[in-house]
């Protein structure tokens, strides 16, 4: 696997300005971590244009969503640390 250049945590709406903000500063080398009310997007389809999508799972299930295709792998706690700890950087929108 190729090291994460910056990990970006999102858990804004996609209405939120952070969010776009968020996805104007995703580069080819980095990771998003969708968590809280980030993982709506994923209910709107939303398309991110990288490789390494992930969703926290206990955010996805309190709001009714799955992560679907191979896309957006799902995560639990101990996971999300775990990509804090490969990254370069990590940076919470």
Same mark, same amino acid.
């Given at each position: 696997?190729n ?5 970006h945590?999102l ?10 903000e968020c996805l104007g500063?995703?580069g080819?080398?980095?990771a998003?971590a ?8 994923l209910?709107?389809g939303?398309?991110? +244009?990288?490789?390494?999508v992930?969703?926290?799972?206990? =955010? #996805?299930?309190?709001r009714? @969503?799955s /992560?679907? +295709?191979?896309t957006?792998q799902?995560?639990?706690y101990p =996971? #999300?640390?775990?990509?804090? @700890?490969? /990254? ?6």
């Amino acid at each position: 696997m190729n090291v994460i250049h910056t990990l970006h945590i999102l858990n804004k709406t996609p209405e939120h300005p952070r969010f776009r903000e968020c996805l104007g500063m995703l580069g080819p080398d980095d990771a998003l971590a969708l968590t809280e009310n980030g993982v709506l997007a994923l209910a709107g389809g939303q398309p991110f +244009g990288l490789e390494r999508v992930y969703a926290l799972r206990t =955010d #996805l299930s309190a709001r009714g @969503l799955s /992560a679907t +295709g191979a896309t957006v792998q799902p995560i639990d706690y101990p =996971d #999300l640390v775990e990509l804090t @700890l490969e /990254a370069k950087r990590v940076i919470s929108w």
